[in-house]
């Protein structure tokens, strides 16, 4: 009998061990920002207000990016209270992102002139405009390819090769769960966020020899002014499948997306159903670490059950709410 403990105690130990080597190999660093200049586009509020708010804790100099003015006077506001020293530089810039390159390029070229080079850019423009495809307009279409694809296409442009050059620098391209599963309700938007990860696993392939890191940032819904936008437009089949998954805070996400991004973590996701998803999605995405790339080899199958039973239930929904209005339309 105490032979056997032997045994069980001296296993137990050889996998500690290895677990514990395994854990320090795999564990990764986190990039120190502070002095370098962070630049935050949808920075007035929501998700990209929070982001740029956690930056500012880490001693960063911010620079806020949008549209509106007073919003933007607002968020910076807000900023400067987060400041952990008097020398830090807190800007804001109106710039319509969307709009075109050269308009880009001259705004974000002022900004290094008054801040100094761009060391991380966190991408959080967007928009979201809800209904089925035949129910979208051609011009809401083409309005969410601009804010959500070209409006963070159009900055990262401007930054890559002056971080390739600078063999050093972060980029955020915050996309959302719509840029890992088509959603009813959500066709146009989730094109646009489909090309997003798209444009992050490219730049991350590119670049990395360079020293420029790339975050995908994917978001579950959070409580921000556009999802309350989002809703106007939300038809009642995608309110019932989108809502399973609760509300997150912008102030957790924006700061998880910011830690991720020093890590060097090219997904950047917060809670369990954001981990399935990514990890049943995960396909040919880049490195994530051994720890992981172990999890996702021995997981991928059974998540694939999980994920046909998801979608089983996503198809129940449909069929339930398509007879609701067969019913209602015969009764009138």
């Known amino acids: 009998m105490d032979h056997q403990i032997e045994i069980i105690l001296t296993v137990l130990g050889i996998v500690f061990v290895h677990g514990l080597i395994f854990y320090l190999v795999s564990r990764k660093?986190?990039?120190?920002i502070r002095g370098k200049h962070v630049v935050v586009t949808g920075g007035s509020?929501?998700?990209?207000?929070?982001?740029?708010?956690?930056?500012?804790?880490q001693g960063a100099n911010v620079t806020i990016v949008a549209r509106n003015v007073k919003q933007l006077e607002k968020a910076k506001e807000q900023l400067i209270k987060n400041k952990t020293s008097e020398d830090q530089k807190i800007e804001y810039r109106s710039i319509d992102l969307a709009k075109g390159y050269d308009g880009v390029e001259k705004g974000l070229e002022e900004i290094e002139?008054?801040?100094?080079?761009?060391?991380?850019?966190?991408?959080?423009?967007?928009?979201?405009?809800?209904?089925?495809?035949?129910?979208?307009?051609?011009?809401?279409?083409?309005?969410?390819?601009?804010?959500?694809?070209?409006?963070?296409?159009?900055?990262?442009?401007?930054?890559?090769?002056?971080?390739?050059?600078a063999k050093e620098g972060i980029i955020?391209?915050?996309a959302s769960q719509a840029a890992l599963i088509g959603l009813y309700g959500y066709g146009a938007y989730?094109?646009?966020?489909?090309?997003?990860?798209?444009?992050?696993?490219?730049?991350?392939?590119e670049s990395k020899h360079c020293g420029v890191s790339v975050t995908l940032a994917l978001p579950a819904d959070t409580d921000t002014p556009g999802f309350e936008r989002e809703n106007e437009s939300k038809p009642?089949?995608?309110?019932?499948?989108?809502?399973?998954?609760?509300?997150?805070?912008?102030?957790?996400?924006?700061?998880?997306?910011?830690?991720?991004?020093?890590?060097?973590?090219f997904f950047s996701i917060l809670g369990l159903e954001s981990w399935?998803?990514?990890?049943?999605?995960?396909?040919?995405?880049?490195?994530?670490?051994?720890?992981?790339?172990?999890?996702?080899?021995?997981?991928?199958?059974?998540?694939?059950?999980?994920g046909l039973l998801i979608q089983w239930n996503f198809q129940r929904i449909i069929k339930k709410c398509a007879k609701e209005k067969a019913s209602a339309a015969g009764a009138t």
């Not at 989730?190 to 392939?205: D, N, V, Y």
């Not at 089949?237 to 060097?264: F, M």
């Not at 990514?278 to 995405?285: A, K, N, Q, R, Y």
Request: contains cysteine; charged residues 20%; aromatic residues 8%.
């Open 29 to 32: 660093t986190r990039t120190k």
């Open 45 to 57: 509020s929501g998700i990209g207000l929070w982001a740029a708010v956690e930056c500012v804790r």
């Open 113 to 165: 002139a008054s801040v100094g080079p761009i060391f991380m850019l966190v991408n959080c423009a967007g928009m979201a405009i809800c209904g089925t495809v035949e129910d979208t307009s051609i011009e809401d279409a083409k309005l969410m390819m601009d804010v959500n694809y070209f409006a963070t296409y159009y900055p990262t442009r401007y930054v890559l090769p002056k971080m390739k050059a």
């Open 172 to 174: 955020v391209i915050t």
């Open 190 to 205: 989730a094109a646009s966020k489909f090309a997003l990860r798209g444009l992050a696993e490219t730049i991350a392939m």
């Open 236 to 265: 009642l089949e995608t309110k019932i499948i989108s809502g399973s998954g609760g509300l997150a805070k912008p102030e957790d996400v924006g700061k998880r997306i910011v830690h991720d991004a020093l890590k060097g973590s």
């Open 276 to 306: 399935i998803l990514s990890t049943l999605c995960v396909g040919m995405s880049p490195w994530k670490g051994p720890v992981l790339c172990v999890l996702q080899f021995y997981l991928l199958g059974p998540l694939r059950l999980v």
